[in-house]
């Protein structure tokens, strides 16, 4: 896979008018110069988190180079260590699916159990990188469930992909991969003082 260059979105500190492009927030750099800002890359073992801090004058976007790929990728074997890889939805804790119906069916209920402060978050479009935050997080109600082929199953499974999911009493994990091609979607949960929370979601987008 081509590492595309990173486009990272910071908050705003003016009104600055957003375009929806494929449902996430996207701003044109070719209409700015700017100061390129101080990037502050920091991983932390012990939990396998990211922060990405970020310094600028009155400025609302810049390129970088940020290689975020072995980011995720530690972060998704942390989730499937030990674990076997399952596609039986009913294989799924009663809570995480009631938790996981509401949180893709309430666009507050979904903000309020996302680590914003330690997601490893990113949308991959070909030549660009979203790096995803508060700032321009774009509600989901995609529903990984109906991709699994079960008995009660109400959609064709999709063809040409191998997906499945990874689940502990506190940790739960699922990813799309084409066969013999790329991961499409990387997404993980993890139960933080009794919440669910998302700390992992990468799509691929191109």
């Known amino acids: 896979m081509t590492v595309p260059k990173i486009q990272i979105i910071y908050p705003m500190k003016n009104n600055v008018i957003l375009i929806f492009v494929s449902s996430v927030f996207i701003i044109s750099c070719s209409n700015y110069t700017e100061k390129k800002p101080l990037v ?6 012990k939990s396998d988190t990211v ?3 970020t310094k600028t004058e009155n400025r609302t976007i810049s390129d ?6 072995p980011l995720i990728k ?3 074997e942390w989730f499937k260590k030990g674990v076997n890889p399952n ?27 996302i680590d914003f402060k330690n997601i490893i978050g990113v949308i991959s479009q070909c030549d660009t990188i979203i790096i995803l935050s508060t700032s321009n ?3 989901t109600n995609w529903d990984f469930m109906k991709f699994f082929p079960i008995n009660n199953f109400t959609e064709s499974p999709t063809t040409g992909m191998e997906n499945y999911f990874y689940k502990t009493p506190n940790k739960f994990y699922y990813e799309f991969k084409e066969k013999g091609g790329d991961l499409i979607y990387q997404t993980g949960f993890e139960l933080i003082k009794g919440e669910w929370m998302l700390t992992l979601y990468y799509i691929f987008a191109c």
């Open 40 to 45: 502050e890359l920091q991983v932390n073992e």
């Open 51 to 53: 922060i990405i801090n």
């Open 64 to 69: 970088t180079t940020i290689n975020v790929w």
């Open 74 to 76: 530690k972060k998704a």
């Open 87 to 113: 596609t039986d939805l009913n294989d799924i804790p009663n809570n995480f699916v009631t938790f996981y119906r509401k949180f893709i069916s309430d666009s507050v209920f979904q903000r309020q159990h």
């Open 137 to 139: 997080w774009v509600f």
